[in-house]
C-alpha cells in the first residue's frame, strides 16, 4: 500500500514536471534557481561538517522546488551528450538532490526516514518515476548506471556529494554543483565529511579507524586509481589530520597501517525538526 502510494506521489509530480511548457530554450548550468532554494533552507552544523533541511519551508515554496526539477527535466539525451563531462556530472548530482527532496515531500510530514517510503518491502530509490533526458528514471538509475558507471567519471567523491536525505548521508550542500567548480566542491564536500567525528574517526579505544558504512558499502569505488586512490584506506590518508589529533595515530593512518571498522548508519530524515 506505502508503495503504491510512493508510486502515485511520484507519479503525479512526474506528470507536472514532463509537461511540453517544461522543456527549456536554454539550460542554465549555474542552477541559479536550485542555488536560492538551498541558500534558504539549507541549515549548516558542527561549523559546516553537516546539515539540515528545513522541508516544512521547501514544502512551503512547492511552486519553486517544481521549477527546478522543470528546468532538470528540460534536456533530452542529446543536449546531455553535448555537456561536458563537468556539466554532466553536476547535472546528475544536482537532479539527484533536487528529485531526493521532492520525493521526501510526497509523504513529508509523515515520515521520520526516506527508508518509510519503501514500506515493508520496497525500495522508494527503485521506482522509475523522474523524468529525466527524456525517460523515466529511478534515482537508482541515476547514482549507480550513471554517476557511478564504470569508465564515465569514475569519480568517488560523488558519494559526499548526492545525498539520501538521512542524517548519515554526507551532507545536502547549500548551493548547487556547476561544472566551473566541480573539483573545488567535491574536494570540499570530502573534507568537511571526513572531519564530522560523528560518522568518521579513529577509534582511541580499538586503534582503529571507525569510517562511515559508506566506505564498506562503496569501496570499489575507491579502488579505481582516481587521483591516486587506491583503497579506502588510502582515502582516509589524505585526511588523517581530520580523522585524529594525536600525532603518533595521524602518521600511522597516513601510512594506511589502521585496521578499519565501519559504523552504523543513521537513516533518520535530515530535517532541521530531528537536528542533532
Not at 539549507?42 to 512547492?62: F, K, N, P, T
Not at 511552486?63 to 546531455?80: F, I, K, Q, T
Not at 549507480?144 to 556529494?161: Q, Y
Request: hydrophobic share 45%.
Amino acid at each position: 500500500m506505502r508503495r503504491r502510494a510512493l508510486l502515485q506521489g511520484a507519479g503525479a509530480a512526474a506528470a507536472v514536471l514532463a509537461a511540453p511548457w517544461a522543456r527549456a530554450q536554454g539550460f542554465d548550468h549555474a542552477y541559479a534557481a536550485w542555488t536560492a532554494l538551498l541558500a534558504r533552507h539549507v541549515v549548516l552544523l558542527r561549523g559546516g561538517q553537516a546539515s539540515q533541511l528545513r522541508y516544512a519551508a521547501v514544502a512551503a515554496e512547492r511552486p519553486a522546488l517544481h521549477a527546478v526539477l522543470a528546468a532538470l527535466s528540460a534536456p533530452g539525451r542529446a543536449d546531455y551528450e553535448r555537456f561536458t563531462k563537468d556539466q554532466q556530472q553536476a547535472f546528475l548530482i544536482n537532479a539527484y538532490n533536487a528529485f531526493t527532496v521532492e520525493l521526501v515531500l510526497t509523504r513529508y510530514p509523515d515520515l521520520t526516514s526516506i527508508r518509510d517510503l519503501g514500506g515493508l518491502f520496497g525500495n522508494p530509490w527503485k521506482p522509475k518515476w523522474v523524468p529525466l533526458l527524456g525517460a523515466k528514471l529511478s534515482l537508482d538509475d541515476i547514482e549507480h548506471a550513471m554517476l557511478r558507471a564504470r569508465g564515465v567519471f569514475d569519480e568517488p567523491r560523488v558519494h559526499f556529494a548526492v545525498n539520501c536525505a538521512s542524517v548519515g548521508c554526507p551532507m545536502l550542500r547549500e548551493e548547487a554543483y556547476v561544472a566551473e567548480r566541480l573539483d573545488a566542491q567535491l574536494g570540499q564536500q570530502a573534507g568537511r565529511f571526513m572531519a564530522d567525528r560523528t560518522r568518521n574517526r579513529y577509534d582511541l579505544q580499538r586503534r582503529r579507524l571507525a569510517l562511515s558504512r559508506i566506505f564498506d558499502w562503496y569501496e570499489e569505488d575507491f579502488t579505481l586509481g582516481h587521483r591516486g586512490i587506491t583503497s579506502v584506506a588510502a582515502f582516509a590518508a589524505r585526511h588523517a589530520d581530520r580523522l585524529a589529533d594525536a600525532p603518533a595515530d595521524r602518521e600511522r593512518i597516513r601510512a594506511a597501517s589502521v585496521p578499519v571498522g565501519f559504523l552504523d548508519y543513521d537513516w533518520s530524515l535530515n530535517d532541521v525538526r530531528t537536528a542533532t
